[in-house]
């Protein structure tokens, strides 16, 4: 077995203690059957409106998110001049040029250097990946919600997400990262010094 695959079968029999430890239970067989991913994942891939309010960027601009096999890709506009945002999402790093200042994150995520970067490598990267029960880690009860624990998609962090009654994801949280921020399915997203919303493209 290669270093790779002992380190992920590790990762992957810690899980449910992970779980445990975050106050999950085993998930059930009933939410395993009613699972349905969070219906904004249908704009991806495709044109999206991002609206972004952080202080180092400001606005309204037109996006295209674009999956192939290897990587979830981000594209962002303004109305006037060139490309604002190149971001790509990829099994080994989220890297993007962003008004012309690089970033890169490699995992684990939760150490990554904080910036928008991270976070819209985390959205896109985890529309772009199905909510399956395979990713099911654990649940529990919120209130009058469910709230599972679903393993890292393709933005390369685990994620808390609230069901609605019908199984639809209706939220998801990102606790693990250093920028801590919450997605609805009104697209609207919100975190510590930012707020922001990622929607199919009107126009």
Same mark, same amino acid.
Request: aromatic letters at 4%; proline letters at 8%.
């Given at each position: 077995?290669?270093?790779?695959?002992?380190?992920?079968?590790?990762?992957?029999?810690?899980?449910?203690?992970?779980?445990?430890?975050?106050?999950?239970?085993?998930?059930?067989?009933?939410?395993?059957?009613?699972?349905?991913?969070?219906?904004?994942?249908?704009?991806?891939?495709?044109?999206?409106?991002?609206?972004?309010?952080s202080p180092g960027l400001n606005g309204v601009f037109d996006a295209?998110?674009?999956?192939?096999?290897?990587?979830?890709?981000?594209?962002?506009?303004?109305?006037?001049?060139g490309k604002l945002i190149d971001l790509r999402v990829a099994a080994?790093?989220?890297?993007?040029?962003?008004?012309?200042v690089a970033y890169r994150a490699s995992p684990p995520y939760g !150490?990554?250097?904080? %910036?928008? +970067?991270?976070?819209?490598?985390?959205?896109? =990267?985890?529309?772009?990946? #199905? *909510?399956?029960?395979?990713?099911?880690?654990? !649940?529990?009860?919120? %209130?009058? +919600?469910?709230?599972?624990?679903?393993?890292? =998609?393709?933005?390369?962090? #685990? *994620?808390?997400?609230?069901?609605?009654?019908?199984?639809?994801?209706?939220?998801? +949280?990102?606790?693990?990262?250093?920028?801590?921020?919450?997605?609805?399915?009104?697209?609207?997203?919100?975190?510590?010094?930012?707020?922001?919303?990622?929607?199919? +493209?009107?126009?």
């Amino acid at each position: 077995m290669s270093g790779r695959a002992q380190v992920a079968a590790a990762a992957l029999a810690l899980l449910p203690w992970l779980a445990a430890c975050a106050g999950f239970a085993p998930p059930s067989a009933e939410t395993a059957a009613r699972l349905r991913p969070m219906a904004l994942a249908d704009a991806v891939p495709g044109r999206c409106e991002l609206e972004i309010e952080s202080p180092g960027l400001n606005g309204v601009f037109d996006a295209v998110v674009a999956v192939d096999g290897r990587a979830v890709r981000l594209q962002v506009f303004p109305d006037v001049g060139g490309k604002l945002i190149d971001l790509r999402v990829a099994a080994d790093a989220i890297t993007a040029d962003i008004g012309g200042v690089a970033y890169r994150a490699s995992p684990p995520y939760g !150490e990554a250097e904080p %910036g928008i +970067a991270l976070v819209l490598g985390a959205i896109v =990267g985890e529309l772009a990946t #199905p *909510v399956t029960p395979a990713r099911l880690l654990g !649940e529990r009860q919120r %209130g009058d +919600a469910v709230e599972v624990l679903l393993a890292a =998609g393709r933005g390369g962090s #685990p *994620v808390r997400a609230t069901l609605a009654a019908d199984g639809r994801v209706a939220a998801m +949280a990102w606790h693990d990262l250093r920028v801590p921020f919450t997605l609805r399915a009104d697209g609207t997203f919100t975190g510590p010094g930012f707020r922001g919303r990622i929607a199919p +493209a009107t126009r």
